[in-house]
């Protein structure tokens, strides 16, 4: 096919594809959803790595494991459900929830996921 021709267009393509996802979503997207997503990617990365931490050490407390993967798990959720409730697609969805009751539910379920997590500590 066309790709025998051209060994290097695979990559080349890929690169054009994530490149264009890159600009669509700098462009379109709300800072606002932005900032959410970047706190999305931070919380991913600490379950990632408390969970290679486990991994490679072990689960010696594992009440402090499993309280801090599921602090990172609840987060992530709840994050998201922001996310999906303040995206200005989703209006139609969420009509009568402001963008202000949405971060006030996210913050008062917060404070009760990590009250929850503090209190699984001991």
Known sequence: GLFELCPGCEKMEAFSIVHRLWDEYTSRTPRKLKIIDAY?????L?????FGYCALVGTFPFNSFLSGFISCVGSFILAVCLRIQTNPENKRF??????????GDFIFASIALHL???NFLG
């Open 94 to 103: 969420f009509h009568n929830i402001s963008s202000e009751r949405a971060f």
């Open 116 to 118: 929850v997590v503090m």
């Open 46 to 50: 600490t379950g990632v790595a408390q």
């Open 40 to 44: 999305l990617v931070y919380v991913l």
